[in-house]
């Protein structure tokens, strides 16, 4: 009977279809009309396309040219640099954090679900949060002013640090559990080989369990990426609109919609998106090839 339910395609077409149908009317199609809209003036969510304005909304995006928008440029560089920091910093310290709780024999499960905690919180709260710390009158300022020191606006003073620490300190957690489940799968049998032949502490670490978790250090790094393109809620909870040094591309994009009305534009950054987390997947996998073990 099991083997029949293989030969026959009728019924993965029959189950797969409405999932297809639901793809392509929620996804696809409004993906593609985003784009066609992108050529076309719209001053208004929802308004019929107007005029054919072909690449002007495009020649925004593109440094160095008289229709160039300083505010996209701000939100693109603050997104990169965004993305080499939760590249550095998210996937690095849920690596060492993953590393140190492979050696611990009792109790391990409590730091895994305390690493993971701040994922299971809203990203909405989590930045209400970070706005009450960091506040003039917030605890952080409270206890450097009890040390002798000044208060600091943060959000003025260190802006792109502020929006970035909440971003990186909440996701850790998630590459903490993909690298802890990626050295559980490494075999004892290879450890204590490794332990027999001398390779102990930094050196098994540098010569067996890196080589050995190549890969999944690979889709951690892609998925950091890729996610740091569409960080959006916690910057937009942490920083009013008119706080331009704080913009990324999905929260300029936001703004450019609800906030502005020009729909065309928004159109564009969010094709612009698309393409750049496209192009830098793209870039990372032939970067880090994947290796057989």
Avoid: H
């Avoid at 050696?103 to 305390?114: E, Y």
């Avoid at 960091?134 to 409270?142: C, F, I, Y």
């Avoid at 020191?149 to 559990?177: D, H, K, N, S």
């Amino acid at each position: 009977m099991g083997p029949m339910i293989y030969k026959k395609k009728w019924p993965a077409v029959f189950f797969l279809t409405p999932a297809f149908l639901f793809m392509l009317i929620f996804l696809y199609y409004p993906f593609f009309q985003n784009i066609v809209n992108s050529f076309f003036e719209i001053r208004q969510l929802g308004a019929p396309a107007g005029d054919y304005v072909g690449f002007e909304n495009y020649l925004k995006l593109v440094p160095g040219l008289s229709t160039t928008d300083p505010n996209m440029m701000t939100a693109i560089k603050n997104t990169l640099l965004l993305m080499l920091c939760t590249v550095v910093f998210q996937v690095g310290i849920a690596l060492v954090l993953a590393l140190l709780v492979d050696t611990v024999r009792r109790g391990s499960q409590v730091f895994r679900t305390l690493f993971f905690f701040p994922i299971v919180v809203s990203a909405t709260a989590l930045g209400l949060l970070f706005n009450l710390l960091l506040m003039t009158r917030g605890p952080v300022n409270q206890l450097i002013e009890s040390l002798g020191g000044e208060a600091i606006i943060f959000r003025e003073q260190f802006t792109f640090l502020t929006m970035a620490v909440p971003v990186i300190w909440q996701y850790v957690g998630f590459y903490f559990v993909i690298l802890a489940t990626g050295l559980n799968n490494i075999s004892e049998d290879i450890r204590e080989a490794a332990e027999i032949d001398g390779a102990t502490g930094l050196r098994r670490v540098r010569y067996i369990t890196l080589p050995l978790l190549r890969n999944v250090l690979i889709t951690c790094l892609t998925l950091s990426i890729t996610g740091s393109l569409k960080v959006f809620d916690m910057p937009w909870v942490m920083f009013p609109p008119y706080f331009s040094d704080a913009y990324l591309t999905g929260t300029y994009m936001y703004y450019q919609t609800f906030e502005k009305s020009n729909v065309d534009y928004a159109a564009a950054i969010a094709v612009f998106i698309v393409l750049l987390g496209v192009l830098l997947s793209q870039a990372s996998k032939m970067i880090f090839r994947e290796k057989d073990y």
